[in-house]
């Protein structure tokens, strides 16, 4: 869930939906400049729905111990610090089915979800305020992950897949293009305000790699310097719902305000940077 605090209200976004606007993303990344990645149908499944196994969990949304709305908000962007609040086993379970679903229909899909689990988990996460206890259940979740890969680049092997897109290199930039298009849902899920850029320098068609500087503009413009989409002026709506902070009393409150909440549609634009 990506939350956005209004006056009087939250704007909530459900982790499939967010998937679902990387996808977008995804679909319109190409230009003079940019090339997608290939094998870009797989990819695409990774993208879109690397978030699948949040269905359930966001039905049934919960509330942090302060009594807001648990979910990743701009406080966050950079960060991922929120062992604190959530059940390890609970969240473990959830990213590892992110991974399992994706590999019973699509297995290179579920390559590079769990790779985006991986990094989430390690890299971009802060673990120091792990246990003990749970340093070695996140350890032991980490090395289950990396295990599975191996074992569904074999299972992609033997069914004859091509074998170039199963080098290092290729699944990197597989993996890479995900976390690109992950990184600008977030920022544009959580309406960012300040100077930023998407995850991992993307290559070019002339062989060069480049930072994708984001810049907000204010009122749901945002530019992209290089431009790596389609059309410039490029528009998206983003599907919120509303829930009021009156509802936020109690747990049982808030998910019976979350099933009957208001939609809300906002418009975001992407523009180039003017020469």
């Known amino acids: 869930m990506i939350r956005i605090e209004e006056e009087d209200s939250w704007l909530l976004l459900g982790h499939c939906a967010h998937a679902n606007l990387a996808g977008e993303f995804a679909r319109h990344w190409k230009n003079e400049c940019f090339l997608p990645p290939d094998p870009f149908v ?12 949040w ?13 807001n709305p648990s979910a990743f908000s701009s406080e966050l962007v950079g960060t991922y610090d929120a062992f604190e609040e959530i059940d390890l086993d609970d969240y473990l379970r959830v990213r590892g089915e992110a991974t399992e679903k994706a590999a019973a229909r699509d297995p290179y899909a579920g390559i590079l979800i769990s790779m985006h689990t991986v990094n989430l988990l390690t890299e971009q996460a ?8 749970e340093a070695k259940i996140h350890s032991a979740f980490i090395d289950g992950q990396l295990k599975r890969q191996q074992e569904l680049i074999v299972l992609l092997k033997e069914t004859g897949f091509v074998e170039s ?7 990197r930039r597989g993996f890479e293009f995900l976390q690109a298009c ?3 849902s977030l920022l544009v899920g959580v309406d960012f305000v300040e100077p930023s ?40 709506e983003i599907p919120y719902v509303r829930v009021p902070k ?13 099933r009957v909440a208001e939609h809300v549609a906002k418009k975001i634009t992407f523009i180039a940077k003017t020469k």
């Open 42 to 53: 797989h990819i695409l499944d990774a993208v879109s729905r690397h978030d699948d196994s």
């Open 165 to 171: 897109a199963l080098s290092e290199t290729a699944l």
């Open 55 to 67: 269905g359930d969990v966001d039905a049934n949304p919960v509330l942090t111990p302060e009594g």
């Open 197 to 236: 850029q998407l995850r991992h320098a993307q290559p070019m068609r002339d062989g060069e790699k480049a930072i994708i500087k984001f810049t907000p503009q204010g009122n749901g413009v945002f530019e992209l310097d290089p431009f790596p989409l389609d059309e410039v002026g490029l528009s998206f």
């Open 182 to 184: 992950d990184s600008l």
């Open 126 to 133: 802060d673990l120091s305020t792990l246990t003990p206890d």
């Open 246 to 258: 009156t509802a936020t009393v109690s747990l049982e409150a808030y998910q019976a305000a979350y």
